[in-house]
């Protein structure tokens, strides 16, 4: 190896800078977190608090001189947080570092390891719409499947009732309305030459209907178009993209500052404390390459149904 490559030593010194730079590394498309929070964990195997409708119950906390008084209990103890392990390698030829300068590598290495954190994330992203998405994680009251005249791509729909008996029927088991919104790209779409939606802005002199307006329109502190898309692992470079959000809209609360894993949510991106990180790369001879390997350690679980609703086929 000729002295331009990067040597053990400058491994050990770009380790620390990487993994650094991969746990604040986010993807600007994706969305998932603002429904499944990312929040650490302090060892494996923990156990999530839930939390039942204690904050909601009226009780009588009167109390006469020299009597006991009343306790309630903050959360109780579910299920187990099942973390999954997720590893994958970037790699750096050795002929694409001989040009680097002062830390050789060290550019290439962070666009190796971006690249494989973009993968990653579109993991997560995927787990995140997938539980987000599926109907069998709400009950009867907190999902809505649209179809004919009543889908947002029809001019006659009514998107802002169907938003508000969702946020009502939210409120009603969770005791807040939803502070988020999630949409996907054809139902953002369809939205922005609704009748309706057109009508509420006609004088505002908006050349278009923005995301931010659309957050006024129904009444959410955020809403967010899910634009990111996938191809399955098998799939050939031609076949067409899939949208990762579908034509669905969730609806949720979601704690938007100070999140931790012990308060109450619609879901929570679990995270084991220190992941991910980049692992020491290493030098392999026979590939004539740098190999920058990366760990995460994570579970997607919507830990709160109640505060969420589903609405299926708005597009």
Do not use: C
């Amino acid at each position: 190896m000729s002295n331009s490559q990067m040597n053990t030593a400058q491994a050990r010194v770009i380790d620390p800078i990487l993994s650094n730079h991969a746990r604040g590394y986010t993807n600007a498309e994706h969305v998932g977190h603002t429904l499944f929070p990312n929040v650490p964990i302090p060892q494996r195997g923990i156990r999530r608090l839930e939390f039942g409708k204690e904050a909601f119950r009226a009780q009588n906390t009167r109390r006469a001189p020299g009597g006991a008084t009343k306790r309630i209990q903050f959360g109780y103890e579910g299920k187990p947080v099942a973390l999954e392990q997720h590893s994958l390698e970037g790699k750096v030829a050795w002929e694409h570092m001989e040009d680097a300068s002062r830390v050789p590598g060290i550019d290439l290495a962070t666009g190796a390891v971006n690249l494989v954190l973009d993968v990653m994330a579109l993991g997560r992203e995927i787990q995140q719409a997938g539980a987000a998405r599926n109907p069998a994680n709400y009950d009867a009251n907190h999902k809505l499947v649209l179809a004919g005249a009543d889908k947002w791509s029809d001019g006659a729909s009514k998107p802002v009732q169907d938003v508000n008996d969702a946020k009502e029927a939210i409120r009603s088991t969770a005791g807040r309305y939803p502070n988020t919104m999630v949409i996907g790209p054809k139902v953002f779409l369809d939205l922005k030459v609704h009748p309706a939606v057109i009508e509420q802005f006609k004088y505002t002199g908006k050349d278009s209907i923005t995301v931010d307006m659309l957050a006024r329109y129904f009444d959410v502190e955020r809403l967010e178009v899910g634009k990111a898309v996938f191809l399955p692992e098998n799939a050939g470079d031609d076949d067409a993209f899939t949208d990762v959000w579908g034509n669905d809209v969730v609806l949720a609360w979601v704690p938007t500052a100070g999140a931790n894993w012990q308060t109450p949510s619609y879901g929570y991106t679990y995270h084991l404390a220190g992941h991910p990180f980049v692992e020491k790369p290493y030098d392999e001879r026979n590939a004539k390459s740098w190999f920058y390997p990366v760990t995460d350690e994570h579970s997607v679980e919507l830990v709160g149904a109640d505060a969420g609703f589903l609405i299926q086929g708005a597009h």
